[in-house]
């Protein structure tokens, strides 16, 4: 049993309180907007780097984080979608130690768990990704919302909030009173516009455009409807992008 209608944006509600997310460029090298730093907990954080297709892919169950049987088609997704017979294997990966932190890119409240979005600072010119599942400890029992943030606790602690420093304010003239600065017009939405990749999974897919207006499933075939796309699966994976 998954979270219920009720639950889920109430744990969602409080997540989105508990961590501010950071934001990065599409090709992941840089930060554009750092959130909250946390602190890994637990050993086992299987961590790729930046330029593979897709992150590595972690669950947390039972006290343990662990790769999973999940770990498998992420690695042969990640030979699908790169050139030349690539690997999972060719690209760098590190393993988190607890103490070490990283940042918060994503936060999703799936039917089994929370999904979270890790990313690193850099280490060696390095900065490597992960998806980190936290499972719900049984499938036919829904977790209340003080459950499932406690044990996201046992796992990831929120230790700061890193903010970019600005320009520093031109001093004022030690004569002349300050003008009144005239009101600021609030900047524009943003351009960017999440991508989906063919072959990647209906997780993938909702943690990059979030939860669709409306979905239809037609046996194997599930359609996801978004405001301005529509994202068709077969078997679970991506076939066609409108």
């Known amino acids: 049993m998954g979270l219920t209608a009720q639950d889920g944006p109430s744990i969602q509600q409080r997540l989105s309180e508990k961590f501010k997310l950071t934001t990065t460029t599409d090709d992941r090298a840089d930060i554009v907007t750092a959130g909250d730093v946390v602190e890994v907990e637990k050993p086992g954080l299987l961590m790729y780097g930046v330029a593979s297709p897709l992150p590595a892919m972690n ?86 919302a003080d459950e499932t943030m406690a044990r996201i606790g046992e796992v990831l602690t929120v230790v700061g909030r890193s903010e970019p420093a600005g320009p520093a304010a031109p001093a004022a003239a030690p004569t002349a009173a300050p003008a009144p600065m005239a009101e600021i ?41 978004y405001k301005d796309m529509k994202v068709t699966l077969i078997n679970g994976k991506v076939s066609n992008v409108e």
């Open 59 to 144: 669950v947390y169950r039972g006290g343990r984080i662990g790769q999973g049987k999940a770990a498998f088609g992420t690695d042969f997704q990640i030979g699908m979608m790169t050139q030349r017979d690539g690997i999972a294997g060719n690209f760098p990966r590190k393993t988190m130690t607890p103490g070490e932190k990283c940042w918060v890119t994503a936060v999703l409240v799936e039917s089994d768990g929370v999904l979270f979005q890790l990313y690193t600072t850099s280490f060696d010119n390095l900065r490597y990704y992960a998806s980190l599942r936290i499972a719900n400890p049984d499938k036919k029992k829904t977790p209340s």
């Open 185 to 225: 017009a609030p900047p524009p939405p943003p351009t960017d516009v999440p991508t989906v990749a063919l072959g990647q999974t209906k997780t993938q897919v909702i943690a990059a455009l979030g939860q669709p207006v409306k979905k239809a499933v037609i046996g194997a075939k599930e359609i996801l409807y």
